[in-house]
T-cell receptor, first 114, second 112 residues
Framework: ETGVTQTPRHLVMGMTNKKSLKCEQH?????MYWYKQSAKKPLELMFVYNFKEQTENNSVPSRFSPECPNSSHLFLHLHTLQPEDSALYLC?????????????FGPGTRLLVL | GENVEQHPSTLSVQEGDSAVIKCTYSDSASNYFPWYKQELGKRPQLIID?????GEKKDQRIAVTLNKTAKHFSLHITETQPEDSAVYFC???????????FGDGTTLTVKP
């Protein structure tokens, strides 16, 4: 599937590293989302962007910094992460962020923080 | 905000049997209820959805029912097959809220 792509697919980083996750959608959607998926909380919404504007920050620590330069691209900048941040990070998009439409997920980035 | 509870957390059935997963929601303004299936190592994908103006929707072996008064909706899978084994997530969303709230998922195992 090529609708929503994410890179890298796997990432190992130390607590002092800085890295970025990238998401790209080819569906012409206007809303993009970051989710964290872990055994503790299966699908935890982090951020919502609607027409490049952040409309939701679900009390996410500042060591996670999102960036949405246009409606097709979404980044998650990571710095000074903790081991408990190890999880699968899923990006999703929808036609518009009104909540009443299907979300299309990317394959995720499996992150391990050492 | 919206709160979605999903039960059971795990479900094991014999091939050919039916499976039912139930979700309750708290916000009466929620009007869109999708179900996603996530196979092991893969991304969540929509399998069926229902809007608040409809009580039931079917698509081959899967169906979803919605009771707005009681604020609950259910996924029904009939004639289960091993390839139905996956984690299933329900969600509830309000068209004005700009986001969906997901349940914690149900791990369905279909034994051959």
């Amino acid at each position: 599937e090529t609708g929503v792509t994410q890179t890298p697919r796997h990432l190992v980083m130390g607590m002092t590293n800085k890295k970025s996750l990238k998401c790209e959608q080819h569906l012409g959607h206007n809303a993009m989302y970051w989710y964290k998926q872990s055994a503790k909380k299966p699908l935890e919404l982090m951020f919502v962007y609607n027409f490049k504007e952040q409309t939701e920050n679900n009390s996410v620590p500042s060591r996670f910094s999102p960036e949405c330069p246009n409606s097709s691209h979404l980044f998650l900048h990571l710095h000074t992460l903790q081991p408990e941040d190890s999880a699968l990070y899923l990006c999703a998009s929808s036609s518009k962020g009104t909540g009443g439409e299907t979300q299309y997920f990317g394959p995720g980035t499996r992150l391990l923080v050492l | 905000g919206e709160n979605v509870e999903q039960h059971p957390s795990t479900l094991s059935v014999q091939e050919g049997d039916s499976a039912v997963i139930k979700c309750t929601y708290s916000d009466s303004a929620s009007n869109y209820f999708p179900w996603y299936k996530q196979e092991l190592g893969k991304r969540p994908q929509l399998i069926i959805d229902i809007r608040s103006n409809v009580g039931e929707k079917k698509d081959q072996r899967i169906a979803v029912t919605l009771n707005k008064t009681a604020k609950h909706f259910s996924l029904h899978i009939t004639e289960t097959q091993p390839e139905d084994s996956a984690v299933y997530f329900c969600a509830a969303s309000d068209a004005n809220a700009g986001k969906s709230t997901f349940g914690d998922g149900t791990t369905l195992t279909v034994k051959p």
